[in-house]
């Protein structure tokens, strides 16, 4: 084993004794020149990367020229000032092009690695030592990492023949751990489709695959069970409007209330009623307000949404709590006193869904308005048959969703385990061998 010392930096720690600790301005020169291009290579730097941009599409801030950007040469190492905490929001990149000057642009002196301090810098955005060393308005706006600060920030310094081998041994180590975390999410993608596939065939075709079929005249369903009945949404139920609130009217506590952002959320399954969906506004709405109310056996649908996936999200309130509506949302109060459970499985189904899909407007946000879901059919079996189905497809799902959740327990502990290797080894308290 190495001997160790003291880095005298707290967010470093122990270092090997043969190691140094410098500056940033040691290791690299800051880039600032200006490209002066006709029609450049335009850049972006993302967590997943440094990405050529598309800038014909005309999406996301466009600059009138570019001119004042900086040119990028392969491995530069980029550096995101301006978003401290949020993930890794450095890179080194691969091609050839220009990027804002909003991003610091470091290339490296001599034979210093730049990927290895790519992997020192990862280590500081994830632990947010560099969140630390920010400086703006407040932290959710302009706080931001200073050029003298950021040239000036303490970094470890091993020899150059080490950062090759640190480099070399993390770059093999994180292809090894990512591929995977990639098998591991394509199986949890696996679990949803056959989720969905369970979902779909059971509740448009029942559980008796001896029962005749009847042709339904629907465009979304050529044919269903014989028995099972035929309704518009607006005969089954009475609609209403959630509470004309914003986020500003939000409180710690008080009254239980569900909007649109909670209904789209991956913890809403749709079908059961998840407590971290609940916000809370002023007591003070029941006064006034009382309509937006919606308790056991209701619904509250989006009325927007950002894509096409999302029309038709709704939650379904299976326990006996009351809670508003909140913005952006549509209530549904069934006129029925039967447990309606069955369509909240119903409402998953991409086939239900196309009725929305092909009538919502918008290009960005799509609006799924109360005349849209009123007009919208509906397939129903008998009670007993409903709750057949319900009970089955809790089960099955419970047991899915179960697996799910230990697979994304899997990436969690590998992800972890990606950053704390990372760690060890640019800050030496680990020695490739």
Not at 106 to 120: I, M, T, V
Request: hydrophobic letters at 35%.
């Amino acid at each position: 084993m190495r001997n160790m010392k003291d880095s005298g930096i707290a967010w470093i720690g122990m270092i090997p004794d043969t190691w140094k600790i410098g500056k940033v301005k040691d290791i690299f020169i800051r880039k600032n020149e200006k490209a002066n291009e006709e029609n450049p290579v335009v850049l972006s730097l993302a967590r997943s990367g440094v990405k050529i941009r598309d800038i014909s599409t005309g999406e996301g801030q466009l600059a009138e020229n570019y001119s004042n950007y900086n040119p990028v040469e392969i491995n530069d190492l980029l550096l995101n000032p301006m978003d401290l905490y949020s993930g890794a929001n450095c890179s080194i990149s691969k091609v050839k092009g220009v990027i804002s000057p909003a991003y610091i642009n470091l290339r490296a002196k001599g034979n210093n690695n730049p990927s290895y301090y790519d992997y020192f810098f990862k280590t500081q955005y994830w632990g947010m030592v560099l969140f630390a060393h920010g400086k703006g308005v407040s932290f959710d706006n302009r706080w931001t990492l200073g050029l003298d600060t950021a040239l000036n920030y303490n970094i470890p310094i091993p020899s150059e023949l080490e950062q090759e081998k640190i480099a070399t041994f993390l770059d093999k180590k994180i292809v090894e751990i990512d591929k995977v975390i990639e098998t591991t999410k394509e199986t949890i993608e696996d679990y949803k489709k056959y989720k969905q596939a369970l979902i779909t065939e059971i509740v448009l075709r029942g559980l008796n695959r001896n029962e005749s079929m009847k042709k339904t005249g629907l465009d979304w369903l050529k044919e269903c069970p014989e028995k099972w009945k035929i309704h518009k949404t607006k005969d089954l139920f009475e609609f209403g409007k959630g509470l004309p609130i914003t986020k500003a009217d939000l409180t710690p506590d008080g009254k239980k209330v569900i909007s649109y952002g909670q209904i789209h959320s991956k913890s809403n399954t749709g079908t059961n009623l998840n407590e971290e969906l609940f916000r809370y506004v002023s007591e003070s709405y029941m006064n006034t307000h009382s309509q937006s109310l919606v308790s056991y056996n209701e619904f509250i649908f989006a009325d927007t949404s950002e894509d096409l996936n999302g029309c038709g999200n709704c939650v379904y309130f299976d326990k006996e709590v009351e809670a508003f509506a909140g913005y952006h949302t549509i209530i549904l109060k069934p006129k029925i006193k039967e447990n309606i459970k069955y369509l909240a499985y119903l409402f998953l189904t991409d086939c239900w869904r196309s009725q929305i899909r092909c009538r919502v407007s918008g290009i960005k946000l799509f609006s799924i308005t109360q005349k849209i879901l009123k007009e919208t059919t509906l397939i129903l079996p008998s009670e007993s048959e409903r709750m057949e189905i319900v009970e089955l497809l809790d089960d099955k799902c419970k047991e899915i969703d179960k697996l799910i959740s230990c697979k994304n327990k899997v990436i969690e502990e590998l992800e972890e385990y990606k950053k704390s290797l990372i760690y060890e080894y640019v800050t030496g308290k680990k020695e490739v061998v």
